[in-house]
């Protein structure tokens, strides 16, 4: 199935509802990290740059009702500013007042609507508010990624209140990206996986056993995999409840000849917020926690790293968000960073922002803005928001 490109609809006069993902980080009312807007900059100039109105929508944050801390207000200064246009804040997504004001613009012209989450029926995808949302527009963009994994009313209900459709620029980016890496990949093919919890990775995990050379397993979620195999893992993170799933994926990757590299040394400590007892183990004893994987264990997977020609990357290594647990995972990504003969993707999320604001940071082949929709794209599911672009 095919999606139109943005590129090839008439925009002019038109209003174009633009689904954003400007659910950036807030620190006392002020946008911490703009990243998010600055990355469908392009997709909102392109619409404004063509003559059409473009009525940008998003959500931000998990509100329960309308909470003025999370108004859309700051988002509507920053487009104000980086687009050189007064982008005005309507008081609602729906309704008569701001479907004047949708009316009142002139071709070229932006608004803002407020916090679709301000309404429970986003999350619910009622089919009357993605009715209500679609009135006075022409054309439906879909430009956030970040949330194509949630079937909502701005993301798949609205499309059929509206006579044309189209990702944006930065939806396509990532799919193709995306795609890139999950078709036909060089090989030897490595994916790097870590973070707090196997449950959240048992999907990914089945689906990559099928599909790479080499898993290297870091981070909380390899203490549960070594309980599997009957190694002492003292007080670390364990799902007892995902054991035998872990021996599970263990002897599929055995079975498919795919090789599976666990920690063999660690970063341990009395307990996470104790850096000052961080020190390098074999074997961990009754009481101390993995925190990060070893320098033994960093070697084993930067030697995988140098040999592959595609690695993927979801879940950081360790305990990054603490210096003493962080060198693991920052070790393996200035490795993989310099590889230029290997393409490398960096799953969105805590992935990202663990290997980010680094020299080499830059130097990756695709770092994904989302961390839910790459996961499940990375899981081999379809993304609801991207099927309902479809033509
Ligand atoms: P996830 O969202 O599943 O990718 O998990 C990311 C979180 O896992 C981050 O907050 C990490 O600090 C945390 N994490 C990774 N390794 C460990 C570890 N060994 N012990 C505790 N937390 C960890």
Redesign the pocket.
């Known amino acids: 199935m095919a999606m139109i490109p943005l590129n090839s609809l008439v925009l002019s006069g038109k209003r174009v509802l633009v689904r954003c993902d400007f659910n950036v980080p807030l620190k006392s009312g002020a946008i911490a990290d703009p990243a998010r807007i600055d990355a469908s900059m392009d997709t909102i100039r392109y619409i404004l740059g063509q003559g059409g109105c473009a009525v940008l929508c998003s959500h931000l944050g998990r509100p329960k009702e309308r909470s003025p801390e999370l108004s859309l207000r700051p988002v509507a200064q920053y487009l104000s500013t980086m687009l050189g246009l007064k982008v005005a804040l309507a008081p609602d997504c729906v309704g008569e007042v701001t479907l004047a004001k949708i009316e009142s613009l002139a071709p070229g012209e932006a608004l803002l609507l407020e916090n679709l989450r301000f309404h429970p029926e986003e999350e619910k995808n009622d089919a009357d508010f993605a009715h209500e949302l679609a009135r006075g527009k022409q054309v439906y963009v879909n430009d956030a990624f970040g949330t194509a994994h949630r079937a909502h009313a701005s993301t798949v209900g609205v499309v059929r209140f509206v006579a044309q459709r189209a990702p944006g620029f930065l939806m396509m980016r990532e799919l193709e990206a995306l795609r890139s890496f999950t078709q036909n990949p060089s090989r030897p093919y490595v994916a790097i996986l870590?973070?707090?919890?196997v449950s959240?990775k048992i999907a990914l995990l089945k689906n990559l056993v099928t599909k790479v050379d080499t898993l290297l397993i870091g981070?909380?979620m390899a203490y549960t995999f070594l309980r599997a195999q009957g190694k002492p893992v003292g007080n670390?993170?364990v799902e007892e409840d995902k054991i035998a799933v872990a021996g599970e994926l263990l002897a599929e990757a055995a079975r498919r000849s795919v090789t599976v590299a666990l920690p063999i040394d660690h970063v341990v400590a009395n307990s996470?917020d104790d850096e000052a007892s961080a020190r390098v183990v074999d074997e961990i004893a009754d009481g101390l926690m993995?925190?990060?994987i070893g320098p033994r264990t960093v070697a084993a997977f930067i030697a995988a790293v140098s040999e592959s020609r595609t690695a993927i990357w979801n879940?950081?290594?360790?305990?990054?968000?603490r210096p003493a647990f962080s060198q693991g995972t920052l070790k393996v990504g200035e490795a993989l960073a310099g590889r230029s003969e290997t393409r490398s993707l960096i799953g969105g999320?805590?992935?990202a922002a663990a290997l980010s604001g680094k020299p080499w940071s830059h130097n990756f082949t695709h770092v994904s803005t989302g961390g839910g929709a790459t996961l499940e794209y990375l899981e081999g599911r379809e993304l609801p928001g991207v099927k309902a672009l479809e033509v």
């Open positions: 870590g973070g707090a919890k959240d981070g909380a670390s993170r996470p993995g925190l990060d879940g950081p290594l360790g305990y990054f968000e999320g805590d992935t």
